[in-house]
């Protein structure tokens, strides 16, 4: 058996929204929000500590300024591996400015490549455009995943019929970049600890263990008020019937103000170099004071931390980890 390493923590600097992919020929592959929300870059490694000396491709940058619905503000890219295609999910606006809802204006879209390498070249990713939903409203941090011989959509989402910037939903999907069945609302801000400052729930992640699909989502605005919900099924149910779903009272994850680890959130999953111990991926701050709006602070880091299983089989994720780089 694989020794679990000790992380280095942060793993990678100035990288939000993470995620991790280990894929089957051995490399785990890293994508992130980068600071200037600019492009978007892949990294790989044999093991998660070499993720942090990986060097960075870019695999696709912002369209030009002014040029459309993809020229500003790439967000939260998750690379995912589909029927021996690769795929990657983000979002994008076409400007800066708030819409009548005083929110940003994102949509969400879809790259592919065809190739072995997804880093070989640029030239090897191609647009499907917008992932287009009933509400032609703010939407992001979309991730996918497969059950029972489907393909889920999950994503975040603005209802203006619904109090708070984002609730998130599921729905099948036809096929990577278009949804087959209409969206279900899985949750909506409702909690104290879901609506501090913005009232949120967003970046979406799943894991699946012991007979049952556990969702995580974050909430609150981004700062040290940002932590982590988590929504649980059984995994031989209806998926798409919201009844199924269980929802956590309180956080399952969140700032340990001790060790000055603030804001944890927009994780991801991945598996441990012995192929067993289960890793959790998330960003998190190191202060407080924050001048200015927190979204455009770049100093939310990539941190990464095994995580065990309670006796009834649900996850524990513990609290974030102290820094220990020299």
Same mark, same amino acid.
């Given at each position: 058996m694989v020794e679990v390493q000790n992380y280095t923590t942060p793993l990678i600097v100035q990288r939000a929204d993470p995620f991790i992919y280990k894929h089957t020929d051995g490399y785990y592959y890293f994508t992130a929000s980068v600071p200037a929300y600019n492009l978007i870059e892949i990294r790989r490694a044999k093991t998660l &500590?070499?993720?942090?000396? %990986?060097?960075?491709?870019?695999?696709?940058?912002?369209h030009p300024d002014g040029s *459309?619905? =993809? $020229?500003?503000?790439?967000?939260?890219?998750?690379l995912h591996f589909i029927n021996g295609k690769w795929f990657i999910y983000f979002a994008a606006s076409h400007t800066k400015e708030f819409d009548y809802n005083g929110m940003f204006q994102h949509r969400m879209y879809c790259i592919e490549c065809d190739n072995a390498d997804p880093m070989r070249d640029e030239s090897d990713w191609f647009e499907h455009g917008q992932i287009k939903t009933p509400l032609d409203?703010? $939407?992001l941090d979309a991730t996918v995943f497969? %059950?029972?011989?489907?393909?889920?959509y999950v994503w975040s989402q603005k209802d203006p019929a619904i109090k708070g910037n984002s609730n998130i939903y599921i729905?099948? =999907?036809a096929n990577p970049w278009t949804l087959k069945t209409k969206p279900v609302l899985l949750t909506k801000p409702e909690y104290d600890w879901e609506t501090k400052i913005f009232w949120v729930n967003?970046?979406?992640?799943?894991?699946?263990? &012991? *007979?049952? !699909?556990?969702?995580?989502? /974050? %909430? /609150?605005?981004?700062?040290?008020?940002?932590? =982590? *919900?988590?929504?649980?099924?059984?995994?031989?149910?209806?998926?798409?019937?919201? &009844?199924?779903?269980?929802? /956590?009272?309180?956080?399952? !994850?969140? $700032? &340990?103000?001790?060790?000055?680890?603030?804001?944890?959130?927009h994780n991801s999953f991945a598996i441990a170099e012995d192929g067993q111990t289960d890793i959790l991926v998330y960003h998190c701050r190191n202060y407080t004071n924050i001048k200015g709006d927190p979204l455009y602070d770049p100093n939310r880091h990539t941190v990464v931390q095994p995580f065990n299983w309670n006796e009834n089989?649900?996850?524990? !994720? *513990?609290?974030?980890?102290p820094y220990n780089y020299k």
């Open positions: &500590n070499g993720l942090a000396n %990986a060097a960075p491709r870019t695999i696709w940058r912002k *459309g619905p =993809m $020229s500003q503000l790439i967000w939260a890219p998750e409203t703010f $939407s497969e %059950a029972q011989n489907k393909l889920y729905a099948e =999907m967003e970046g979406p992640a799943i894991l699946h263990r &012991n *007979g049952h !699909f556990f969702l995580t989502y /974050s %909430a /609150s605005a981004t700062d040290e008020n940002y932590a =982590m *919900g988590m929504l649980t099924v059984p995994d031989d149910v209806n998926l798409l019937d919201p &009844n199924q779903w269980s929802k /956590s009272k309180t956080p399952v !994850f969140k $700032s &340990n103000m001790p060790i000055h680890q603030f804001g944890p959130g089989g649900t996850p524990n !994720f *513990g609290n974030p980890v």
